[in-house]
């Protein structure tokens, strides 16, 4: 049984690696899940285009303050920007990482923080995201999001429109300010 189980474990990785959430979906019959309706399948779907939204905007938010700070403060920029939080956060986040091997790892210590800590890295260091974001008042768009944000990242729904319009205006006004 061992040599079984150690052959399905081994499975060849192009083939896994060929798969995506499409394929994984389409091939699970989730109708058969319990708890689960067609109206959660369909809350799901409607939730996966806003989570596309906000991974886009969250990642290029990351990315700016990563160019930022490496420009303004040196290659040693996380050293100098992060608070004691932000240090501990990122190192247990990575410790956990390394025990749970399974979990992918991040590729910079910003992918550790939460939303928040992000807003707060950025109005940190006013003066070196001035000539790209301007007034530094531009950011209380994106801590109103973070409780949108939250709410799709722990699977929750968003059923007003009017706050998907919320989440387009604020990737808009971004693309404008920064892009």
């Avoid at 420009?71 to 247990?92: P, T």
């Avoid at 994106?142 to 059923?159: E, K």
Wanted: glycine fraction near 4%; charge should be negative; proline fraction near 3%.
């Amino acid at each position: 049984m061992g040599a079984e189980l150690f052959g399905v474990c081994a499975m060849d990785e192009t083939i896994l690696a060929e798969r995506t959430a499409e394929s994984v979906v389409s091939e699970i019959d989730l109708t058969r899940c319990p708890y689960i309706s067609d109206s959660d399948l369909a809350d799901a779907r409607k939730m996966a285009e806003l989570h596309v939204a906000l991974f886009s905007l969250e990642n290029s938010v990351r990315r700016h303050i990563e160019k930022v700070l490496s420009v303004g403060l040196g290659h040693n920029w996380w050293d100098q920007a992060a608070s004691a939080s932000m240090k501990r956060k990122e190192q247990d986040r990575r410790a956990n990482e390394v025990q749970n091997k399974w979990i992918p790892s991040r590729s910079s210590p910003l992918y550790s923080l939460d939303w928040p800590d992000l807003v707060t890295l950025m109005r940190k260091y006013e003066d070196l995201f001035r000539p790209s974001i301007g007034d530094v008042n531009f950011l209380h768009r994106f801590a109103d999001l973070g409780n949108l944000r939250n709410v799709v990242a722990h699977n929750g729904v968003i059923d007003e429109p009017m706050q998907f319009r919320r989440v387009e205006l604020a990737i808009h006004d971004w693309i404008k300010q920064i892009g």
